[in-house]
T-cell receptor
């Protein structure tokens, strides 16, 4: 099976712009989660989508949003970019058959740099 | 949300066993203990998980204390490719993963 893919891998934006990141989960996986990783804050959970519905949400401002399509592919959007949004954005997919036991499979991430 | 405590860093010699500890004194009865690792410039990857009993797979073993307030990830023979940040995570049904700061493992040739 192909792994989780994320596009683009690298992105450079300027403050005030918006950005959309894409994630294609492993075939058959219905849950997609997004994380932000920075040197200072580590890995922080953004949100999780399951069957096109947001199931969990982390503690991030409303500038961060996401959605999931019927084929389980997911996008996340960050509007009005700030310098502090520079980070590695990771997507993870899982079968989500039994949530507590679910194994998450991570993509390689999208490196976003905000200038 | 239950949290975990791990040492910031550890070192191991190549081909020796490594025991990575994790404390989770506030664990609830339904929390699963998950371990992930993140190699340099990669996304995290699953290592192992368990609830109460010790678990083994091809990558590692997970030893869970009887009171479940701590656990240990055991790499039986460390290789240079095992150098990574190891995260111990608790997860309950319906909740997300909290990764914490993890343990940075250095493997010395």
């Amino acid at each position: 099976k192909a792994g989780v893919t994320q596009t683009p891998r690298y992105l450079i934006k300027t403050r005030g712009q918006q950005v959309t990141l894409s994630c294609s989960p492993i075939s058959g996986h219905r849950s997609v989660s997004w994380y932000q990783q920075t040197p200072g804050q580590g890995l922080q959970f953004l949100f999780e989508y399951f069957s096109e519905t947001q199931r969990n949400k982390g503690n991030f401002p409303g500038r961060f949003s996401g959605r999931q399509f019927s084929n389980s592919r997911s996008e996340m959007n960050v509007s009005t970019l700030e310098l502090g949004d520079s980070a590695l954005y990771l997507c993870a997919s899982s079968l989500s058959t039994s949530t507590a036991q679910d194994t998450q499979y991570f993509g390689p991430g999208t490196r976003l740099t905000v200038l | 949300d239950a949290k975990t405590t791990q040492p910031n860093s550890m070192e191991s010699n190549e081909e020796e066993p490594v025991h990575l500890p994790c404390n989770h004194s506030t664990i609830s009865g339904t929390d699963y203990i998950h371990w992930y690792r993140q190699l340099p410039s990669q996304g995290p990857e699953y290592v192992i998980h368990g609830l109460t009993s010790n678990v083994n797979n091809r990558m590692a073993s997970l030893a869970i204390a009887e009171d479940r307030k701590s656990s240990t990830l055991i790499l039986h023979r460390a290789t240079l490719r095992d150098a990574a940040v190891y995260y111990c995570i608790l997860r309950d049904t319906g909740n997300q993963f909290y990764f914490g700061t993890g343990t940075s493992l250095t493997v010395i040739p």
